[in-house]
């Protein structure tokens, strides 16, 4: 329920230049309403989701995301201390394609990324 309002609120505030859900605890689940949010948020352009349960429904959702926004600004992401695995990892770089203002990503503490999974981002 609380990622739902926060969705809600997100709809309503066009000036959010950062966003900081750090260490909330947040799953797959809450993300995918906070990114489906995120769509008409182009001028965020810092992103932290750090220490969170984050997976790759997450990852999928928010690459989604950024696939189909016009013109992101996103310029920092940290998704660092999550559950990412090559499979998350590979749906998000669909998106991060997208964002070419992007200077800052951060996946440390996501154990289950290899090396198959950071060379999809290239």
Known sequence: QCARNIASLLGLRSSLKSLNFGST??????????????????????????HNHIGSNGCVALGNVLEGVRNPNLATLNLG?????????????????????????NLNGNALITGAGLRSLS
């Open 25 to 50: 605890d947040l799953g797959d689940e809450e993300l995918v309403e906070i990114a489906t949010a995120l769509r008409t948020q182009p001028q965020i352009d810092e992103l932290n989701l750090c």
């Open 81 to 105: 201390s999550n559950y990412i695995d090559d499979e998350g990892l590979s749906a998000l770089g669909a998106g991060l394609k997208n964002c070419h203002k992007l200077t800052s990503l």
